[in-house]
């Protein structure tokens, strides 16, 4: 295999937020090890810019994420990465991650005014088998959110239950991952339904990418919003510095957009029902051959109440 082939199959599947897409699609059948590692893990989300372009219909107000504090929600999130690629000629590789259903409880905390929301997660679901057999050990795993005012979420942590293995952990974190980056943050303004609005922000995933949100509020029953989003990313600069010092390569294309609907409720942690879903196609280049690197990506997550 070209030098190139080697080093972009080590990476690819980091792009769009599936960082380790390959590790719930191995062959080996062996069963993984649990993790000997029960450390909470803290990852920062880079923050909002949010923009009014419509202000909507009258009554308008500015709208507060608000659940009260000790009070448990029930909600079921599910998600799903598929990927596809090809490195020059080589036969195309399925780098997919199975759909992975979780059942989450959500309590928050008093707010600070950010609002810290814990989560345990209950017996999750995939038609993966060996994803399926790796996740008994994960029921009842911990995690949370710190989520501000205006509903953006600035921090995520995981901690994982002692008897976890890395394909189920590896899986967990991907599905939080794309849940976060796919929420939805009010602008500091008062708003009526009808109101256009962007959130724009920084998505660390491999490569660093500029993603633009429109966000439209279509309906209001009191607490309870449905918001219509319009996704849309963009790399930040046309060369990709491979992860480890590997190299790089010239990001010749890059289509990355979806949309899908949300519907929150100010009094809840989190959403109470909707989709979204992100798809693209992107190529790249190595700088020292013709080698391209073609793939095709879609992630979708879900929630409902139960």
């Known amino acids: 295999m070209p030098v190139f082939s080697k080093r972009v199959a080590q990476v690819a599947a980091v792009l769009s937020a599936v960082a380790l897409a390959a590790a719930c699609s191995s062959d080996d059948g062996a069963a993984p090890a649990p993790t000997e590692t029960t450390k909470e893990t803290t990852v920062p989300i880079s923050a909002v ?10 009554p308008r107000s500015r709208i507060t994420f608000a659940p009260p504090a000790g009070v448990s929600q029930q909600v079921v999130m599910t998600s799903r990465s598929d990927i596809h690629q090809q ?25 600070t005014p950010a609002v810290s929301v814990d989560l345990t997660l209950g017996a999750m679901q995939s038609p993966d088998r060996r994803l ?6 994960s029921e009842g795993s911990k995690a949370g959110l710190t989520v501000q ?24 974190e991907q599905a939080f991952f794309q849940a976060v980056y796919r ?38 029953a009191g607490d309870r919003l449905t918001v219509d989003v319009a ?11 491979l992860p480890g010092d590997s190299g790089t390569l010239n990001i010749d294309t890059f289509v990355m957009a979806g949309t899908g609907t ?15 879903t992100v798809s693209g196609e992107q190529t790249y280049s190595d700088p020292n051959s013709t080698t391209r ?5 879609t992630n979708t997550v879900r929630w409902s109440g139960q």
């Open 183 to 220: 929420g939805v943050a009010f602008p500091d303004a008062e708003i009526g339904v009808g109101a256009v609005w962007t959130m724009e922000q920084q998505v660390m995933s491999g490569m660093v990418l500029r993603q633009v949100t429109t966000a439209t509020l279509r309906e209001r």
């Open 262 to 276: 949300l519907v929150v409720d100010l009094g809840a942690s989190l959403p109470v029902d909707g989709s979204v």
């Open 49 to 58: 810019t949010t923009a009014v372009v419509d202000a909507g219909a009258e």
């Open 231 to 241: 996704i849309r990313q963009a790399p930040e600069a046309q060369v990709w510095d």
């Open 132 to 137: 399926q057999d790796a996740l008994a050990s």
């Open 87 to 111: 490195i020059g000629d080589q036969p195309q590789q399925d780098l997919s991650t199975p759909e992975l259903t979780m059942p989450l409880t959500a309590v928050a905390a008093a707010p």
């Open 293 to 297: 690197l073609r793939q095709a990506t």
């Open 149 to 172: 005012p205006n509903g953006a979420i600035s921090a995520l942590r995981i901690t994982p239950d002692p008897g976890s293995t890395d394909i189920a952990r590896s899986a967990i």
